[in-house]
């Protein structure tokens, strides 16, 4: 925390704002090492209440949140020493649904309207109980792959390769780069198409669609990206999260959906469940994983926002 509030202080002086000393208390019930962005939304936090107690007379939120979540994002890398991009910050500081696409010089950010609730589905995080920030190292060999994959093609990133260009020269890159990068690429690939897919299908209403969206990115994670289980040691020892997508596999079929949710590597996983078996699956993957392990959640507004009070 005490990284990341260095790297907002930083970013806001950096952009030419005039710091000043405060006191702050923050709070929050989200499992540590959950997976859920959690230091994002921290960044959002307080990047916000930097804003503001500095410049309140110049605080306007909205009109700056993709800065916000750019500035969130530098700070992560170059403080806290995990390159993420910013996926995570600008869903955080937007709220909501929202489509994001980082083909320009800086990101747009969509909303896309749509009430989860009305869906007829509950959603879950399933905690691993495994603090994925342990394994910084392999999440940031994930974006590595890719951008030597995009380098070989004399690209900075992968957005800018032809996916046709990339097949025609697969085994090319596979004798180069090895057969991960390869199959992280091709996730890449597919996951985009299947995005727009997801955006489409939530702007017409079919859930359903959508719900089969969400299951074939999860198993591409688990198998192509490889984002799930951790494999420092090598053992295969440890692979709680694909325990608990297991478990809803073995608890779903086919209804609702399932996937691991943020990095990877441990941390939780996002179940879609029909509202009337809802209680049942959260009792049951309780007792099958031996505590409390589903989390409710909702998605909503308003993302980042200041009120000053009284």
Known sequence: SAALVRGMAAAYARAGGA????DAVTCSDIPAGCGVSSSAAFEMLTGLLIRALCDPEGLDPRRSLVRLALDGSWAEDVHFGKPTGAQDQLAS??????????????????????????????LFLVDSRCDHSRYTDEFVAVPAD??????????????????????????????????????????????????AAQRRALEKGDFPAFLALVRQSGMSSAQFLQNVSPRADASGAEQPAMVALALCA??????GAYR??????????LAF????EAEAFRARMDALLGFEACLPVAIGAPGACARRIG
Do not use: N, Q, W
């Open 273 to 276: 469940v029909p509202d009337a």
């Open 146 to 195: 890719m951008f030597a994959v995009a380098k070989r093609f004399g690209r900075e990133r992968l957005e800018d390769v032809p996916c046709e260009a990339f097949l025609e020269d697969l085994a090319g890159v596979r004798a180069e780069l090895g057969d991960r990068a390869a199959l992280r690429a091709l996730h890449y690939f597919e996951e985009t198409r299947r995005v």
């Open 19 to 22: 710091l000043r000393g405060f």
């Open 260 to 269: 691991i949710h943020g990095g990877g590597f441990g941390g939780s996983v």
């Open 93 to 122: 500081a937007f709220g909501g649904i929202v489509a994001l696409d980082f083909a320009g010089a800086e990101p747009r950010v969509s909303p896309v309207a749509f009430d989860v609730r009305a869906s007829g589905h509950a």
């Open 250 to 255: 073995h608890l779903l079929g086919e209804r």
